[in-house]
């Protein structure tokens, strides 16, 4: 789980994957105008439209990647990690689709926990592609 923020803040003191500017619709995929339209009423979003109402395709917001080019480290869903959050609750970080931008859950340092069993369209895992070695 310390390895996924780390990675995510690009191993620097940063509030998000891409530094400390706010969020916007071109960074990453948070709950906006399309999300309103979906869930009518949801909390207030801001004026800004990423074009998803829900989960986008990996590597729609490329002005939203780490210093080493990692994406959708905030915002999309809010990823499952191989740490525990406590007893019999796994943890994930992130914030996703229907996070809003006014908490602070939009951010690597956003944690929550779940059981192993917890299922949520806001939440997603990170796949890894092997290499020619494995």
């Known amino acids: 789980a310390e390895e996924w923020e780390y990675a995510a803040k690009g191993?620097?003191?940063?509030i998000y994957p891409w530094g400390n500017d706010?969020?916007?619709?071109?960074r990453a995929n948070f709950a906006d105008l399309q999300f309103k339209k979906k869930y009518?009423?949801?909390f207030d979003v801001p004026g800004q439209d990423d074009g998803w109402?829900?989960?986008?395709?990996?590597?729609t917001?490329?002005?939203?990647?780490?210093?080493?080019?990692?994406?959708?480290?905030v915002g999309n869903v809010i990823e499952w990690t191989s740490g525990e959050y406590q007893p019999g609750q796994?943890?994930?970080?992130?914030?996703g689709w229907a996070t809003d931008t006014v908490s602070r859950r939009l951010r690597p340092s956003y944690r929550t926990g779940r059981a192993p069993s917890f299922w949520h369209a806001t939440f997603g895992f990170r796949c890894?592609?092997?290499?020619?070695d494995g």
Do not use: C, N, Q, Y
């Open 11 to 14: 191993g620097e003191s940063r």
């Open 61 to 73: 917001f490329p002005a939203g990647a780490t210093k080493h080019g990692l994406l959708d480290m």
């Open 22 to 26: 706010p969020p916007t619709d071109r």
């Open 90 to 95: 796994m943890e994930a970080r992130g914030g």
């Open 40 to 42: 009518p009423r949801a």
């Open 53 to 59: 109402i829900e989960s986008a395709p990996v590597g």
């Open 128 to 132: 890894r592609l092997a290499g020619p």
